[in-house]
């Protein structure tokens, strides 16, 4: 995760507030991992995947699979989450993240697809993959989410199985910070980013979205973040197009961050400039902006993309017919 050092301290602003802004991502990724000669076009010939973190790449690489052989963009969505929430080297998604204070590995994931219909789960434990006990809430009951002892009740009835989800070295860091001072003073919103939110446009120009993540590391038992809230950490029509969000949930769930980037988008603005204003609404709203991070993607309808976050580190993976596997740096509101 060549950028997590990044995220794990909001940048102080250099000639504060400046705002990296522009219209087209085009230019907001012109410090683009790859050469700003291959900053991605603004608008790509869908199909097409977009996700968030450089463990995007891998995940695109499963979803790219499902589009590129006419795949439906919810089979695709779901299938590239489910690899990073197998990695067991991950440390904010599925086995392998972060527990919480207590030690428990605790996950929340959503899923939307292009017809309206989502399906979310929060606080669960011990199963492998929370995107598919969440597409299965939302195919399978009349809820869109279930929490806790419930959904796992609800993944095992439906063939999950109970895995430990805490590994040596997940374990390990959580008795190192246990041992350190921020067991009495936790510095919660320093260990917390890298979930994977993922959008896919396929060949039939129907989208899908899809958000997993063990959230905040050593939060409280029992908090649920943004990740399995539809609106917050993930939010899609398909009349408009769809957006994910990454970063310290509180403030997303705040600002219903991906329901207002969908919404501006419906108002007429770009991917890039929803995402941009979204992340204003976000910095206004939340006094104590420049110690969090939060980052959008959003893809449109018309396969026009998007990114923004408030500090420099946030990337994104990317792949259509014109982008292989890329990787791109997200503008900042505050400079690198
Ligand atoms: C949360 N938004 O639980 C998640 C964490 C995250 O990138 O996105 N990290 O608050």
Known sequence: MSTRRNFLKAVPAVGAALTASCTDPSQAASNSLNSPAHAPPST??????????????????????????????LDAAEAGVRVTEADPNGRSVGIGGRPDRDGNVTLDACIMNSDGDCGSVAYLQEILHPITVARQVMEKTPHVMLVGKGAQE?????GHEKVNL???????????????????????????????????????GNLAGACTT???????????????IIGAGLYLDNDVGGATATGWGEAVIRACGCFLVVELMRQGHSPQEACELAVERVVAKNPDWKDIQVGFIALGKDGRHGSFCIAPGFEYAL?????????????S????
Do not use: C, M
């Not at 374990?171 to 320093?190: D, F, H």
């Not at 792949?319 to 503008?331: D, H, I, K, M």
């Not at 509101?333 to 690198?336: Q, R, T």
């Open 333 to 336: 509101k505050l400079e690198g």
């Open 166 to 204: 805490l590994t040596e070295e997940s374990k390990k860091e959580w008795e190192e910070w246990l041992a350190s001072e921020r067991r009495q003073k936790p510095k919660i919103n320093v260990e917390n980013h890298d979930t994977i939110g993922l959008l896919t446009l396929d060949n039939q």
């Open 44 to 73: 790509l010939v869908r199909p097409v995947v977009i996700s968030t973190w450089n463990h995007g790449k891998a995940a695109n690489t499963a979803a790219w699979q499902v589009l590129s052989e006419n795949g439906n963009a």
């Open 154 to 158: 609800f993944a095992i009835a439906q």
């Open 319 to 331: 792949w259509s017919e014109q982008v292989e596997n890329g990787l791109f740096a997200s503008g």
């Open 214 to 228: 063990s959230g905040a590391a050593y939060k409280y038992a029992g908090r649920v973040g943004d990740s399995p």
